[in-house]
Structures are given as C-alpha cells and as structure tokens.
C-alpha cells in the first residue's frame, strides 16, 4: 500500500537533485581534508548537530502540520463544491419539476446546470491564475459571457447569475417562497466555499519560519561532517547524504503542500474535480445517456493527481 | 480493559513477520561478526542512533495524528450517516402520516425508506471499490434500478430519485412546503456524508512522508546494533527486534488507519453500520414485529471489526 | 485548587497498586545482586532508558491527547443535550401554549416533556450497557412502553414517538407549519447526540498503540535499573518505583479517559446530567412547586463524579 | 508589546512565593553541605535531570494547551453571547417595529432587551457561584423575579420568559411566523452558550495529570542541584530558582487558565463583557442620548482584566 | 517559491536588530576573555544549554501554534466578512429586484449596499483604534452618519441600520417575510465575524507564557558561549549570533501573529480586504462600467500585506 503506481519519484528527487550535488561536495572536501591533513583535524561533539537536529524537527512538525492543515481545507473546500454542485443539481431538477413537461423550464435547467459546471472551472483556473473562460466558455451562452466580462471576479459573477435566475424561476412561479431561499441557501454556500479558495490562495505563509528553518536546516548540514567523520571516515559521505536529503524532502513538500492552488502536480485537483462535477451534474440532466463507467476506473483516473 | 476478546494478534503480527525475521537475521550476523572478528569490531556512540529515534519518533507522532483524524474523520461521517437516515425515517414516517390510512402513502414511505437502506449499502460498496448493487439490489424495484444503471455513481442517482418523490409527495400534498425543504436538508446532509467519504478515499497522504520515514527507520535499525553491542553483546538481538517491532507496528498501523475504506478487517466497519440502519429503519416502518434484540448484543457484534 | 475534596485517591492507586509492587521487588532484586556479586554488575548508560523515556513520553502524549478529546467530546454531547433538552422544553411550553387554558394540551406537554427525561435516563442506561428501563419507565405510559418494546435501540423508539406527538399537534392545529419544523430541527439534533455517543461507545481505540506503549514502557522499566544503579545504589529503589508510578498513572488515566460511558467513577456522569435535566424540565412544566436549591449546591453534587 | 501597563506581576509571583523560598533554602543547604563536607560530595550527571525536564516539558505543554483550550473556549462561548444578544436586540427592535408608535410594544421591547441584559449579568454571577440576582435584579420586573425564584437555575428561567414573550408578540400579532421561529433560532444559541459555560466550569480537569506533573516537578527540583554543582558551585542556587520558577511559573498559568469561571483576576471578564453588552443594548433602545465613548477606550477597560 | 518579491527582511530584522548587536558583544567578550585569562576559562557542559533549547523549543512551538491559530482565525473571519459581504449583495440585488425599473428601490439597494461597504472599512478602522469613520463617512448619508454618532460601536450601529432598512423594504412589501428572515440570518452572521474580531482585539495572550519564553532564551543564551567555546574558540561568536537570531526571529513573528490587528505591516489586511468588497459590491450595482481588471494583478497588489 506504500507505493502507489503513478509516484512522480523523479519529479520529487528533481527537486532536491542541486541541493543534494552541493551537499555531497561538501562532503567529500571534508572527509578527503581529514584524510589528508591529520593535523588540521576538527571534529566536534556530537551533541551540538544533535541538538540541531531535535530543534529543526520540531519547527518542520509544526510547518508540516500546518501545510498539510491548508492542503487538507483547500481538498475539503472542493469537496464541499463538489457536495453543494450535486445538491443545487438535485434541487434544481426535483424543485422546478412540479410544471414537468414544459420546453422552457427544460431549457432554463439545462442553462441553471451549465452554469454551475462553468462556475467550477473558472473558479479552478482563476485560483491558478489563469483565463477563467478557458474551459468554462464552453457552458455559457453568449449574453451571460457578456455579462460576466464587467467583473473582475468571474466565479462571483456567474453566482450573481444563479440569484438573478432563482429571481426569474420565482416571478414565473416555478419555485415557491421557500424553495428560493433554500436554493439561495445552496448557493451562500458555494460563494462561501469560493471566498474560503482565495483567503488560502492569497494568504501567503509566514515567510520568516521558512527563512528560519532554512537557515537552521543549512547549519545543521555544514556542521554534520565534523561531528560524524570521527567515528564513519569516508562513510559520513552516504550518511550525510543520506539524512540531508530526508530533511530537505520533508521542507519541500512542506513548501509544497502550503499552496495548493499553483499549476503543479501535486495541487488540489480542481481540474479532476470539476470534471467529475461535470459528468455528474451532466447525467442528473439526463443529457448524457451512455451507460455510466464503473467508478473505480474514475477513482484511478483522479488520484493520479494527489501524489506528492 | 486493555484487551478486547477479539484481538486478531497474529494479524497484525503477521503484517510485519517478514521485516522481523530479516531485522533478528541482521543483528545476528552483526553479532557473530563482533564475536568472531574482534580486529573489526565497529562501535558508533548510541547517540547516533538516538538522534534518529527522537526524529522517527516526531515525524511517526505527526503521521499516526494525521492517519488517526482520517480514520476518525471517516467513521464520524459514518455515524452522521446513521443519525441523518434515522432522522429521514423519522420525518418521512410522521410528516407524511398525516393522511394514516392510505395504501397509497404507505407504499410510497416504504419504497423510500427501503432506498435510503439502498443508499447505504451501495455507499458502502462502491467506497470499497465493490459492485455497489451487491445488497442494495434487494430493497430497490426494477425501475429504481434501471434509472441508476445510466449513472457512474449509484448513490448520487438515488438521492436524485430521493429528490422526485420529495416532488410527487409535494405535489400530491402529502408534504407541505416546510416539510419538503425540511427534508431536502435532510438529504443534503446526506449528499454531504457522499462527498465527505469520497473525498478522503480519493486524496491519497502525501506519499513523501510515508517513503521518508520507512527510509529514516530502516536507517535507524541498521545503525542500531552497532550502537548496542559495545554494551549488550548478544543481547543485542532481543532488544533490536522489540525495538524494531514496536516502531514497525507504529508505522503499519498509521498505514492501516489513514485508508479507512479499504476492505481490510481495520477498517471503518461500514457493512455492519449499515446493517444496523437497516435494523432501525425496518423497525421504524413496522414490519419487524419480533421483540428487539437487547442493544449489547449488537454492539459486541460491531466491535468485531473495529480493532486494529 | 489542585486537590478538589472529594479525590478518590485510594481509586486511582488501587489500579497501579499491583504494577508497583512488581516494580519495587524487580528493583529490589537488582539492588541486592548489584551489591552481593560485584564481579557480575551490569551496568548500561543511562542514555539507553532515557532514549525509550523521550519516545514512550511522545506516545503517551498522542495517546492522551486523543483519550481527552474522546472524553470532552463525550461530556460536550451530554451538555448538548442539555441544552437541546431545555430548548425542546421552552418551544413545546411556549409555542403550543397559544391556545392556553386547554385541559388537553397541558396533558400532551406533560406527556412530552416526560418523555424526554426518559430519553436521556434511557441513553445513559444503553451506552453503559445496562436496561434501558429502569429509571426511565417512571416517566412513560404504558403504551409508550409496549410500543418502544418492539425496537431494538429503545432511544430512537422514543424519538420517533416524539415525532408522532409533533404530527398530532400539527393536526390538531396546536403548533403551525414553522412551529413543526422548528421543533422537527431540536429533535434531529437530539437524534444526532445519540449517534455520537453510540459512535464512541462502539469504537475503540486502535489497540496497538495501547499494546505498543504498553510494552514499550515495560522495557523501559526493565533497563531503568541498570542505568540507575551505578550512581544512586539502593537509593534506585524509591526512584525506580516514582518514575514507574508516574508513567504507568498517565497511561491508566488514558485508558479510563478513552472509553467514558463505562460505569467507572470516572465516567461522563450521565445519571447526574439526566437528574440536572430532570429537575430543569419539572420546572418548566411548573409541578415543582418547592423554592429552587441554590444552583452551588448542585455543582458540588456533580463534580463528586468528575474526577479521575 | 510584550508587556502591558497593568500586569499584575506581583500578584503572579506572588502565587509561587512560597514555593520559591524553599527551592533557595534547598539548593543552599546543598551547595553548603557541598562545600564543607568534601568527602561526602554526591554528584549526578546532568543527564538524569535533563530527561526529566524533557518529559515535564512535554506534559506541560499539553497541559497547557488544554488549559489554554477551555479558557479560549470559554472567551469564544462569551463572545458568542455578545453576538447573538446583539442579534436578538436587533431582531426585537426592528421586527418588532412593524407597528411603530404602540406604546405597548415600546414598553414590551424594553421589558424584553432588559431581561436579556439581565440574563447576561444572573449567567455570569451564578457561574462563579455568587447570587444570580445581585445586578440583574435591577433589570428586571417584580413579575420576572418572583418567577425566576421557582427554578434552580435563573438564567434557564429567564429564557423561558424569553419565550413566553415570544409567544405573546406572536399572539398579538407583532411578530410573523417566520419572524417568532427566527428569534426562537437565537434564544436556542443563547442556550447552547449557557449550557456550555455550566459544562466547562462543572467539569474538572482530570486530577492525575495534575498530581503527576506536580509530582515530576519535585522530584526534578530535588535533583536538579546535584546535576550542576559540579560546574557551578555556589552559584547553582541562582539558577536553581530561575529554572524552578520557570517550570512553577507554567505550571500555575495552566491552573489558572483552566477554570476560567472562579472569580480571579484572571478570568473570562465577564461582568466586563456583560456591561459592554449592557451599553450596546441600551443604545440599540435608545434611552442613552449622550455620545458614545469612543470605543479605545472601553478596550482599555476591558483588557485590564486579561491578564496573567 | 520561498521568497515572494516583496518581503520586508529589513523590517525583520530591524526589529531584532538591537539584541542581535547585546549578543554579539556578549559573544566577544567571553571568547577574549578566554583566550587572555586562560587560568580563568570557564567551561560547562554542551549539555547544559542543550536542555534549555529543547524546552525552549517546545514552548516556542506551542506559542507559535496559539499565535498561528489567533492570525489564521483573525484571516478566516475576514474572508468570511468577504463572503457574507457577497453573499448580503447577491440576495439584496435579486430578492429586492422583483419590482425592478423602480427607482425608490434601485435607491433603497444602492444605500443599501454602500452602508454595507462602510461596514466593512470602519470595523477595519475601529479594530485597529483608529477614527471609524474615516473612510467610511464616504459611502453614509449624512442621516446615518447622525444615528451612528449615538452608539460607541459605530459597525453595529450599522447593522442595526441594515435591520431597519429590512423592516422597511418588508412594510414595503419588496421582501416577503421569507427573504425578509434569510436576509437576517446573513446580518447575524455579520454581526457575528464583528463579535469575534473584537474578541480577537480584545484578548491579550496569556503573558506569563512569554515573559517565561523571554527569560529563558536570554538564560539560555547567557550560558551558550561557556558550552561553545572550547571546540570552536573565536568561531563561537558567529555561532551565537545564528542561533540567537533564530530563536528571536522566531519568538518575534509570535509576538506579531497573535496580536492581527495592530496596524503593522505583518497585520491582517483589512483594508485590502475592504477594497475588495468595495470592488465586488459595486460591480454588483452596476455602477462600475469599466472592464474588470484580470484577477491576478489583484492577488499581487494584496498580498504585498501579508509578509512577515
């Protein structure tokens, strides 16, 4: 169960592959000086890496938990999209269907559902910093585009949308008193689950922990050497290595896992996420009438995406 | 307290037989070497291997946390699932129930609470990456089964049929306009409880941490004997597996937790949560008319599957 | 404040008594041979034990960090219940009371608000595996009786009699569309207190930590001596037995705190919360006639059954 | 900013005055003994103390972080109280207004938002055990108190009139269905915060913990000056007292931070909080025509209190 | 990713700058000192301030933990602030819009909104004890500026003005009484996210806490050079000042996380925040005709705030 198929280990050890060429360097200088001059000799006590050692696992705990503590909420504010998408589907579909049968509450669904599926990409590419309309085009027709072009905020724009929808549905009498406000309900939700995306995007993590931990991290290393060379010779090489490139792999993911929202392979897979929304909310439509895939084969297909 | 009847010891020892049986061959060889090579005896200072012991030590204390809330996290949802299916039945069975006496309604409740046990059990399969219509099958009529066949998630489908006969109760007046938002945010909770459980199935722990510490404690059982011989000698073999053994089993259990819907006798017992659903919403619609089983009797039965 | 009257000292030392006095003869021993065959002095440095002290200090610290949070979680859903309870008691009182002076009504209210004293007598019995019934009966009908006698989970019979009782003021005219759903709300709430204490009444704690920490601190308890010995002689005695006291009260204290609904003195005190929502709820239903005791004199009637 | 203007110090040291003392006395009678009785010098190496000071470190540091939970978690419930009680001034004054110019809705408003100053002032009182009256009774009408005087527990009492007034704007027609059910929704919030406030001050902090680290901390003292006189001599007694007053000085923070409802300078303010809501209340009813203070220095007032 | 262009690393270090230089000093002097008066070195154990900064440690990462979480709550109740800014915009626009070419309501709404706004900058001002109106008298009319003037609390006194506009535009009948209710429900959410940033403001952290840390480091420092100087002579004073500097870099970014509304550049950004409702709220009034800028220049412009 440790190794899942698709580890991106090459990407993770690319990471570090220039620290871990300077670290070995350094290495070998000391051993060969050692070596070669006995006279220059400094070795220290143990003790002092060692208590480094303890210091910086401590404050790498602390950092680790919260990056993973931001990652988690962002994976968890997508769930919640995912939750509330489904529940404004649902509702959409079951609450308006009292009038069954007529084109036009067919065709106003239809636009309600494809605005959602549009609302979930643009969200995913706006956090990333890219075109909103790229994929979400796609699910709009050309007045709401226009429409959505006055703001600078996309996915807001398109919930304005939805209110002003629940507006009509309600003048029409498709929905009644209490079926809007549960609609609008579902949708505060969703513009507090948006709202939740861009306080962790914009929110930059303390920078002096990690110019703290990266000081102490290089310290650590430099002193390494010379309080194991007395008792391993050229063997502290393998084992410098070796114990460098567990620390700066635990401060990479860390530094990973705290912005979850950047393009890279192991974000929070808005992208993924928002396709599932797709197929689900296209099939609630009934738009979609090939026989649903088995869900494991969507299951792999996604967290090829999670790995770090 | 500390040991419930049902402890599957060999289980979980069994998990690690492999690794133990290497680790005492490593210390014996180290051993006999030491023994019979006194010229090349190697002893490193025990703090060395003690540095690396506090290290695995907080990154393990970090990961079980992390793996322990996942578990958690997962079985809460489980019991959020069964809380909201009894609140289901409750105000399915006595909102509707203003009109006792009609066949017709009668049918309809059954029907519905018969598929909220449907739900559960295909939740349940399908999280287990198993054919969801395994049991659920049995409590769905054809139709029902039908219009789930064109969805890749099964469980969604029937909230989707949950939401259109919230519609026909409503339009039939069996519901008034309170009780069918009441309801429908019963359902989202559900729809929630879904999403929730997906999500932690799908994000898969940063698999970094996981390659780092298995790579910290093999470092740290292979410095180990050198460490101990100095003042153990042969001894050295029986510490080395405990010490081994307690740190492995901390890691696999941590593995264990952190996929609760894995189908391994660890995990969140969903089958039996959902067989108690079943009992409680049978007896809910009155068709178990024998005398209830004490409630012990049962939660010894579940506990079965909850040890690790 | 350290020391609060009523500690049952004597409790808590009666759990370890029979550890320790293994401990004391075990230290006892090394003493003696340490000091009647010089030659055979085994002596290991003290850094050995102080290593396995730091780690069994980390797992006892996960350990009871997760015990507490089950213990708190446990006392914070009874004082939701609490709560719950005297809010279902001001909206039955204050909302059906519109059309006051009527016979009938003050009956159903009674019949209500008894019932849900039941409720929580009959939750506290199940969760500590005794019979739902014997307090609570006092406060049921007969028929009230016989039907919860067909369900299994006695609790949730009482709930959906609950929810029958809504449905029949509803129809009665007693309490409006609002007023049904309001109170529809309270009960799913109750619904969901008892789900939560079941979930931590049935799951337990992962064993293996417990047999890992278990083993982990008879290991350690086993070196101690040795590390000891050299410095202090006989005077290891007393010092071994403190240090073992202390590490094996954290964990005992752990193992009481992670399972609270087991009819230990240390317990969630379930019986004293119901009598609180006894007397709080005769109150609001006005047959307590007699001047309220002042509210200290209850406090000190709980916190007897508080401490660990 | 570490320091603010009114940190009672000397009441903090003050509190661990007597301990200090003793520690000095100690660690001078050793140092003494050392220095004039050479041959019975006993040292230990700073080991055995320093694993101590590791292990009490730890259990400090989870001490206190529950302490510091309950005593933010109680600041949070109080909060809460000033919301929702702004809240519920706010739905009374402006749902109530409807029919503006009654003098007897004027009055009634009044009664109402009096009674909920009133509430503020019986809950803190009764929760540091003094009489529930002694403020409130000047808010409130000979009426309310001659009711109050039936119950236990006054607050609850006072919630109930809440209600019952609810009931009568309902009946009169001031208030709309929804409107009733809403301030209904925030008189239920201000009953969670009740009950929760009951739940932290009629809950002990397990004692054990407490005995054990009280214990550890001893016998770290007591050790502790013959792991250093060896380096320091005489002038092991200044750090001696530093070092114990540090580890005393945490240790009686988590004492005080635990029980945030005891009446001591270092509680949650609440009667501070209550007369901030008192004023804001009165404002929102306008009968206080002079000009706001402005609000730094109400926070001054405030933050007085604060501090350990 | 680890440095974001605009970090104020001459801020930071400005402001340790002065112990940096004391420590520096210090460092100078005993290495002189040590190499002059070689009959008078004095020399302790490494282990000595080891101790110390393990338990340093320790209580850095617990403050640091606490001050993370007051910044990271201070954050999360201002992207709520953004959300139910949204979200009040959304459901005034469209519920309101039933009566649409109105120009009384266009007006009522406009008003409306622009008090909301106003909201948001004074909260910002008066949580940082500044002038409450400064920004915001711009988007009042000169009426509510007057009626605020009567309160001490001049954002409440705003929403309790959102409340009598609701009362209003219900009398009016442009709200049914359903809207009416939801639309409160946003105001209390409101109502709550102020009741928390003043608790938030108003609640110093527990002082003992860093008077003790404060103590500590400069004990712990004082006693570094004596362990360090004898394996590295002069090379201890930069040594010292690495390691100090961590330690008070770290201990500086506490003290200015956990007090988040302060008026310092590492605060809080309320008042990019606040623009960016101005921004959003405006667009979804219309009156903002230009092209919205793309979202990502916005990112920049704020989070230019958030570094520490």
């Known amino acids: 169960m440790l190794l899942k198929k698709n580890i991106p280990v090459n990407y993770v050890v ?5 620290e871990l060429i300077l670290v ?8 060969l000086f050692h070596q070669f001059f006995p ?27 919260q990056a993973y503590d ?23 579909t ?14 106003f669904k239809k636009r309600f559902l494809n605005r959602q599926i549009a609302w979930c990409y643009s969200l995913s590419q706006s956090l990333r910093g890219q075109n909103a309309y790229i994929r979400s085009i796609d ?11 006055r703001f600078s905020n996309m996915p807001n724009a398109l919930l304005k949308l939805h209110g002003m929808d629940l507006r009509l549905a309600h003048r029409n009498g498709w929905l009644n008193d209490y079926q809007q ?13 948006m709202g939740k995306c861009e306080r962790i995007k914009n929110t930059v993590f303390p920078v002096t922990y990690s110019l703290y931990i990266h000081f102490c991290l290089y310290l650590f290393i430099a002193l390494l050497p010379f309080g194991l060379i007395e008792y391993f010779g050229m063997f502290e090489v393998p084992l410098i290595i070796a114990i460098a490139a567990a620390f700066l792999l635990v ?26 929304i797709e197929r689900d909310l296209k099939q609630m439509m009934n738009d979609s009438p090939e026989i649903g895939l088995n869900s494991k084969s969507d299951q792999d297909k996604e967290s090829v995406y999670y790995i770090l």
Not at 14 to 18: A, H, P, Q, R, S
Not at 70 to 92: F, H, P, T, Y
Not at 139 to 149: A, P
Not at 251 to 276: C, G, R, V, W, Y
């Open 14 to 18: 690319g990471k570090i592959k220039g």
């Open 24 to 31: 070995a360097a350094y290495g070998i200088i000391i051993a």
């Open 39 to 65: 006279s220059l000799r400094i070795s220290i006590p143990i003790a002092v890496p060692a208590i480094l050692a303890t210091i910086i696992s401590l404050l790498l705990a602390f950092r680790s938990n």
């Open 70 to 92: 931001r990652w988690w909420e962002a994976r968890g504010i997508w769930g919640a999209i995912v939750n509330d998408s489904r529940s404004l589907a649902r509702e959409m």
């Open 94 to 107: 079951t609450f308006l269907g009292m009038n069954d049968g007529s084109e036009e509450i067919e065709t």
């Open 139 to 149: 699910f709009l027709v050309d007045e709401e585009v226009k429409f959505t072009r």
């Open 181 to 193: 406000v549960q609609i609008d309900g579902t949708i505060n939700r969703l513009c507090d689950a």
């Open 251 to 276: 401060e990479k993911m860390a530094i990973h896992l705290q912005d979850p929202f950047e393009n890279k392979p192991t974000d929070t897979p808005t992208t993924a996420i928002s396709q599932t």
